[in-house]
């Protein structure tokens, strides 16, 4: 069951027996794929493809991770429960989490734990009531 209060879920590119999962570039991968399920639809078939805001690529403590909001699975179940099985089936870690914006400028810090940010997503902090799985 989900807190009702969590705005993502982290899948972390650990398994749950604290291996590095592989491929390298799996989470830009599982983000591609579901670069279509946006706010508003599919993106204009004149613009560039990109990630969904819903499902958006990362680094956290420096393990590759995709952060899920929890928005993809009101408006697109299915797809939801894609990703989710994605990290079932292949035994990954998932903590959720809410990321909480920073002022411009400041220094990325956790109010539990540090997060690196990947140049794709936006800069913020981590606050995660479930910190200790992120250290397993």
């Not at 807190?3 to 590119?13: A, C, E, R, S, T």
């Not at 990954?92 to 940010?117: H, N, R």
Request: charged share 15%; net charge negative.
């Amino acid at each position: 069951m989900i807190d009702p209060n969590v705005k993502q879920i982290f899948i972390l590119g650990v398994t749950r027996s604290g291996k590095v999962f592989r491929p390298s570039d799996w989470a830009e991968r599982l983000a591609g794929v579901m670069g279509s399920f946006r706010p508003g639809g599919a993106q204009n078939r004149h613009h560039p493809a990109s990630y969904s805001p819903w499902c958006v690529p990362n680094t956290l403590n420096g393990t590759k991770c995709v952060v899920v909001h929890l928005d993809l699975r009101e408006a697109e179940p299915m797809a939801f429960d894609f990703v989710m099985n994605f990290a079932r089936d292949n035994d990954l870690q998932t903590v959720e989490a809410c990321l909480l914006p920073i002022s411009e400028g400041g220094l990325i810090q956790s109010l539990q734990s540090s997060a690196s940010q990947a140049p794709q997503a936006p800069q913020a902090e981590l606050l995660n009531d479930t910190s200790a799985q992120l250290q397993a």
